[in-house]
């Protein structure tokens, strides 16, 4: 008999969602809910795709498993329709 725990599995619920890009024409992103997120993230990659302007932000990114903070690579607003916009911090490739 094992002594171990095992651990209860957890679903993270997506949904696609359009991005309006500096054009505004749709991009689908799909997105991972996270009700106790403090932020939302977009990738360089997406965020590249979507050509929209790139703010400056005063962001230090602390990671599960990491000692030290992982900087970040800029803010911008995401418009995701419906009227709503959406701040996001752009992750730097290979982040977290």
């Given at each position: 008999m094992s002594s171990g725990h095992a651990l209860p599995m957890v679903l993270l619920g997506t949904i696609?969602?359009?991005?309006?890009?500096?054009?505004?024409?749709e991009?689908?992103?799909k997105?991972?809910?996270?009700?106790?997120?403090?932020?939302?993230?977009?990738?360089?990659?997406f965020f590249k795709r979507l050509q929209l302007p790139r703010n400056n932000c005063d962001v230090v990114l602390h990671t599960v498993?990491?000692?030290?903070?992982?900087?970040?690579?800029?803010?911008?607003?995401?418009d995701v329709g419906?009227?709503?916009?959406?701040q996001v911090i752009i992750l730097i490739p290979g982040c977290g």
């Open positions: 696609l969602v359009p991005i309006r890009n500096s054009s505004g024409l991009c689908v992103a997105v991972l809910l996270d009700s106790g997120s403090c932020a939302s993230f977009v990738t360089e990659k498993g990491n000692s030290s903070p992982q900087a970040v690579n800029g803010c911008t607003t995401l419906f009227g709503l916009t959406v």
